[in-house]
């Protein structure tokens, strides 16, 4: 299995102010053969499901606020929010879709300093 | 917009069998994969299995010994069961709709509210 590990667990920061979320893969989901990573972001507001935020790595989702950036290639990425809204609170995770089973990182909770 | 909703008991007594239910409504069950995933109370996800339109599933290993996933595109619903459950397996179990790129499940979206489920005796 591919194990996804994100760092920090947690993390507050001031409303206004950026956030970075890590997430690594115990090996590459960069599919060679289209060059596309094989990587999702998700948010978990409390007492909701996980809502779909990011795919192939950096690509938006229709309707997320482009505060929301994903970048990184092979085993390291990471989910940005650029200007924390107090809306944002919430745990995020990562996902990737290169094999199966299927393996989610165990989450960063983003807090209001 | 497709919405998924999970039904089914909310306890179930150890060793017996989970079983639940998500319907599909606002949209077609057609060419999607169809997952069940859960989450131990404040814990992570874990991807239990899924299963295609046509019939063919992917299961996790961790669970695929004991796990059943089955669809009835008539109803537009798709099921879960686990066998022999035990405490470990209390989790909100969530629905969820895969989507596809190049025939294979890649992202999961729309997500069920999800139902929590106790394996308690």
Known sequence: DIVMTQSPDSLAVSLGERATINCKSSQSVLYSSNNKNYLAWYQQKPGQPPKLLIYWASTRESGVPDRFSGSGSGTDFTLSISSLQAEDVAVYYCQQYYTTPLTFGGGTKVEIK | ?121
């Open chain 2, 1 to 121: 917009q497709v919405q998924l909703q999970e039904s089914g008991p909310g306890l179930v007594k150890p060793s017996e069998t989970l079983s639940l239910t998500c319907t599909v409504s606002d949209g077609s069950i057609s060419i999607y994969y169809w997952s069940w995933i859960r989450q131990p109370p404040g814990k992570g996800l874990e991807w239990i299995g899924d299963i295609y339109y046509s019939g063919s599933t992917n299961y996790n290993p961790s669970l695929k010994s004991r796990v059943t996933i089955s669809v009835d595109t008539s109803k537009k619903q798709f099921s879960l069961k686990l066998s022999s459950v035990t405490a470990a397996d209390t989790a909100v179990y969530y629905c969820a709709r895969g989507l596809t790129s190049r025939g294979r499940l890649v992202w999961f979206d729309p997500w069920g509210q999800g139902t929590l489920v106790t394996v308690s005796s």
